[in-house]
């Protein structure tokens, strides 16, 4: 349990009772089954993938055909991640280069789109960043979709496909403002790949960030869907006074980045409580600089969905060192827990463990327990000595790596994966990184992924897809970004450009500082040359090292900040390396260390290095705790063919289940859309698209008739070819 104070939840239950009253009209006007719908991402706010339409059954699933297929139009390559939404017969859905469009949720036929970059030109996709789905709001005929486009929130008439000029500037609020930090803005970065929630006329909305040093804060914050005013912030990362202040390094909050929302989020209206999953703090795989447990990151935070107020929290990693984000949002459940029926959260994470915790509390359901984990070996690491255990249900993927776990699927794979891992540590799950290296398992792309779990409530049993590819984890020195002298230019002109890249960021581009750091303007009446030469080799407090810049980089911010010629500039004497080391020896070295690459541990032809299977399709009953069935999903067929039973591949994209018996889900590398016995994971039907299915489907019925859709983009991290599609199933009509 790592609950606040039982105090602090009785204010924020208060504060959630007196919202339900003014809540109800809305609630009232829109009282459709949230299980009959597809609204909202993933089906509904408890984001349970789940549909009680039963026309598509597992007796005639065999029979489906292609209603309609869709095309985007995009000229450039991307990925689709995109979950349909669908109303009133309107299906809303984003392209790759994010662009907004509406159709005829019955023909496929295009009724508007919305282009974001204004001029008709097509907007660039951004490596990595997809959209997953549009949030949908209404009031009458004030009908408004909503979704990110770079760092801007927008919103757009869902009627005409038209920006809501009075919404934000001109339909955009810009995400970098009002995160209670300041810092340059140019060179910040704050994306969203997950829709927003909708509570009353609050949009609530997490964020995507950098996840390496100096990335902002994944503050949580709620906009007036009128207008976009902020009108409630909080912080991921916490301020002094706070509760979780004092889990950071004092004043972490002016620097620290991440533990941000990004996985997407659910609501329980009724309760007014908004959940958040939260990532890792930054930098993901080194915490020297950000020693402590690190609330709020990696954490399932329960917020009082009007004012943004604590209710509960609870942290599945302490001090992260394995980009072990919350990759989805908590399905909310209801379980019958020994006997009485009991509302629930239940959080997949990339480790493979699902955590189920009260609604209203977050105590888990099922015990957990905090066990010691393996301790790092960088220098000046202190990794967290205990990790939560469930105790039920059991992992859902290994989560030990050793060598009698490599690769068995061929002599040649076997010896190029064992003489890779040569030097590495290898070990339990929470082997933290080092400079030799560590074979990581469950990898960062998990375990569970963004795809996260489809509950079936009459059953109790959610599905979820998991992938077993083991990462290769290795720690380099970060080296801030040096710049190059210009031939001929003034050490004082190259000096201003070292202090734009390096230091501005603090010390602000006018050098003028702010609250948190000092200005730099009259610098030579505070310190002395040599003084600030020492600061710059072996900084001070939040003041980092600049060990690692070039000495011509150091002496050219010196240049500019103190007035220096060249010559001058050139006669600087070098430190005494004695005085350095003393003196370094109270101070913050401030080295620091990155990843040096994001790899998965391959074999020479691209096969994961862990013996199969690769992807499972799991099914786990929520009452029971235990895992009903797991079958591999997906297959290389080259290797079938070779007499090896089928892998599974990596999933991205996860399943719907329906009252129809079946599970809908793509994910997998082969690029088929299959429809899967939920009571014994058996394939019934698939289809073989043009490009992968790496998205979440959407189920839904017009005039009478049951359709499946699924955006087809291919692509992203499974390397496949990319594609434009999106596909919509239905029965033959006779
Ligand atoms: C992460 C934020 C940060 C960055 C980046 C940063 N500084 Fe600083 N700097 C500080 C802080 C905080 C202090 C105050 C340290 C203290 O006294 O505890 C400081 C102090 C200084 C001082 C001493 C000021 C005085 O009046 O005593 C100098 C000089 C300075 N910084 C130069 C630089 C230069 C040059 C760079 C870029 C190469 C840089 N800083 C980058 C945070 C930063």
């Known amino acids: 349990m790592q609950n606040k104070p039982s105090y602090f939840f009785l204010v924020a239950l208060v504060l959630g009772i007196s919202t339900i009253s003014c809540q109800k009209s809305m609630e009232d006007s829109t009282v459709i089954d949230p299980y009959i719908s597809w609204e909202s991402y993933r089906g509904d706010e408890g984001r349970n993938a789940y549909s009680k339409l039963d026309q598509i059954n597992k007796e005639n699933v065999r029979d489906l055909e292609v209603a309609w297929v869709y095309r985007t139009g995009d000229k450039q390559s991307g ?27 019955g023909t496929g036929k295009k009724i508007w789109e919305y282009h974001p970059a204004g001029n008709g030109e097509e907007f660039v996709a951004e490596n990595g960043i997809s959209n997953r789905g549009l949030t949908y709001w209404e009031d009458g005929d004030d009908k408004r979709l909503f979704y990110c486009v770079q760092n801007e929130l927008r919103a757009i008439d869902a009627t005409s496909g038209k920006p809501i000029p009075d919404f934000g500037n001109n339909g955009a609020v810009d995400l970098r403002d009002g995160l209670d930090r300041t810092f340059d803005k140019a060179s910040a970065f704050i994306r969203n790949t997950s829709p927003g929630v ?11 960030l950098y996840e390496a040093h100096g990335s902002l804060p994944g503050h949580i914050r709620a906009y007036n869907v009128y207008n976009g005013e902020l009108e ?21 909050y002016q620097i620290g980045g991440g533990a941000n929302a990004w996985g997407g989020m659910s609501i329980d209206r009724k309760r007014g409580i908004v959940f958040a999953p939260t990532g890792a703090p930054t ?44 990759p989805a949002p908590p399905n909310l459940v209801s379980v019958n827990h020994n006997g009485e029926a009991t509302d629930a959260v239940a959080q997949l994470t990339k480790q493979g463990y699902i955590f189920l915790l009260d609604r209203e509390t977050g105590t888990p359901l099922f015990d957990v327990e905090e066990r010691p984990v393996p301790q790092s070996v960088m220098k000046d690491e202190e990794t967290w000595p205990t990790q939560p255990f469930p105790l039920k249900p059991p992992p859902l993927v290994r989560q030990h790596f050793d060598e009698s776990l490599v690769t068995n699927i061929s002599t040649e794979a076997q010896e190029n994966i064992l003489k890779q891992i040569e030097g590495y540590t290898l070990g339990p799950i929470y082997t933290p990184p080092s400079i030799n290296g560590t074979i990581q398992l469950p990898g960062f792309l998990g375990g569970g992924e963004w795809s996260g779990g489809a509950f079936d409530p009459e059953s109790g049993t959610i599905y979820i897809g998991v992938n077993e590819i083991p990462n290769m984890v290795q720690l380099v020195e970060d080296v801030p970004a040096f710049e190059v002298r210009n031939e001929f230019e003034d050490m004082m002109v190259f000096g201003e450009r070292v202090y734009l890249k390096n230091c501005a960021s603090c010390h602000v581009e006018d050098r003028k500082g702010n609250i948190s750091y000092p200005s730099l303007i009259h610098v030579k009446d505070s310190i002395s040359l040599n003084e600030a030469q020492l600061l710059l080799k072996i900084g001070k407090g939040l003041m980092p090292s600049f060990q690692a810049l ?22 600087l004497l070098p430190l005494e390396e004695a005085q350095i080391v003393e003196e370094s020896t109270q101070q913050n070295t401030g080295k620091r260390y ?96 043009p490009v992968g299915g790496y998205a979440t489907p959407s189920t839904y019925s017009i005039n009478g008739h049951q359709y499946v859709v699924i955006a087809a983009g291919g692509g992203g991290y499974q390397g496949t070819k990319s594609g434009d599609y999106y596909y919509a199933f239905k029965l033959p009509e006779d």
């Not at 070039?550 to 006669?571: G, H, K, M, S, W």
């Open 198 to 208: 909708i509570y009353n006329d609050l949009i609530i909305m997490g964020s995507s």
């Open 79 to 105: 990925t689709l991640q995109c979950n349909p939404i669908i109303i009133d017969g309107v299906l809303y859905a984003v392209s790759a280069s994010m662009k907004v469009f509406a159709l005829d949720a």
């Open 550 to 571: 070039p000495e011509i980089n150091r002496r050219a911010v010196l240049a500019y900040l103190f007035e220096l010629d060249d010559q001058q500039a050139v006669e």
């Open 594 to 689: 990155k990843l040096k690459a994001y790899k998965q541990l391959r074999d020479q032809f691209g096969y994961p290095g862990i013996k199969p299977p690769w992807g499972n399709l799991c099914a786990v009953n929520l009452n029971t705790g235990e895992i009903e069935w797991k079958v591999p999903l997906g297959e290389y067929e080259e290797l079938t063919k070779q007499g090896i039973p089928p892998t599974g591949t990596q999933l991205f994209g996860g399943g719907i289940v329906t009252a129809g018996g079946l599970i809908f889900i793509g994910a997998s590398r082969d690029e088929k859309f299959r429809a899967i016995d939920k009571e014994t994971g058996e394939i019934l039907w698939e289809f073989q698209l």
């Open 283 to 326: 930098h993901d795989f080194y915490g020297a600089d950000r020693k402590g447990k690190g609330l709020f990151g990696n954490s399932v935070l329960a917020l009082n969905a009007e004012t943004g107020a604590y209710i509960w929290h609870f942290q599945v990693s302490h001090h992260d060192l394995w980009d072990y984000d919350i």
């Open 232 to 252: 409630w912030i909080f912080h991921t990362i916490p301020h002094p006074g706070e509760f979780g202040y004092d889990t950071w390094p004092e004043d972490h």
